[in-house]
């Protein structure tokens, strides 16, 4: 594997459901982030970690719970969703903070029914 | 508040002709610029960034982006368009010190015809 990947590619689930998404970075990078695509909307930065801290949480609904166990893999957990939420969650990665080009994986396409 | 304009939601042009995407943003000060692409299923590619010195950048395959600070613009250009250049195309801003706090534009949807 090589790049940023993410699991799963589509995920459908009830709005009472609990799922999680995982995201897995190849590229020896120390920051990862979470992004949220929506259709007609910019990309939203949700969540930056760096070294596994959490340095950035953009206002985010608690029924989003990010993880970040160490500097590869970072999970995105879901809780009581709602159908707003169905888009686009696309995880990042970059070295460092400064002045680095972020890696995209090929996101998440996620439905809430 | 910081924002990123993309005044053109979708472009269609002929494969061989010249293509230039805009991109406005309002910010305090000059921050870092980017351009990305989308391709339908896939993730973003970087295709050039500008932080500082010559304002005329170059990117991969084949793009370009010229900043004016004047106009507080990035536009992005391509000589001849590939069918391959089929894609979403945003454009991005991220202040000075804190790359990892980019802010999107809403993109440009690129339709090449044959």
């Known amino acids: 594997e090589t790049g940023v990947t993410q699991t799963p590619r589509h995920l459908v689930m009830g709005m009472t459901n609990k799922k999680s998404l995982k995201c897995e970075q190849h590229?020896?990078?120390?920051?990862m982030y979470w992004y949220k695509q929506s259709a007609k909307k910019p990309l939203e930065l949700m969540f930056v970690y760096n070294f596994k801290e959490q340095t950035e949480n953009n206002s985010v609904p608690s029924r989003f719970s990010p993880e970040c166990p160490n500097s590869s893999h970072l999970f995105l957990h879901l809780h009581t969703l709602q159908p707003e939420d169905s888009a686009l969650y696309l995880c990042?990665?970059?070295?460092?903070?400064?002045?680095?080009?972020?890696?995209f994986g090929p996101g998440t396409r996620l439905t809430v029914l | 508040a910081q924002s990123v304009t993309q005044p053109d939601i979708h472009i269609t042009v002929s494969e061989g002709a010249s293509l230039e995407l805009r991109c406005n943003y309002s910010?305090?000060?000059?921050?870092?610029l980017f351009w990305y692409v989308q391709s339908p299923g896939q993730g973003l590619q970087l295709l050039l960034k500008?932080?500082?010195?010559?304002?005329l950048v170059q990117g991969i395959k084949g793009f370009e982006a010229e900043f004016k600070r004047s106009q507080s613009s990035f536009n992005l250009r391509k000589p001849s368009v590939h069918w391959s250049d089929a894609a979403e195309y945003f454009c991005a801003v991220a202040p000075r010190g804190a790359t990892n706090k980019l802010i999107f534009g809403t993109g440009t949807l690129l339709a090449v015809q044959p």
């Open positions: 910010y305090g000060a000059t921050p870092y």
């Open positions: 590229l020896g990078h120390n920051a």
């Open positions: 990042a990665s970059s070295q460092g903070r400064e002045a680095n080009e972020q890696f």
């Open positions: 500008y932080f500082s010195g010559d304002t």
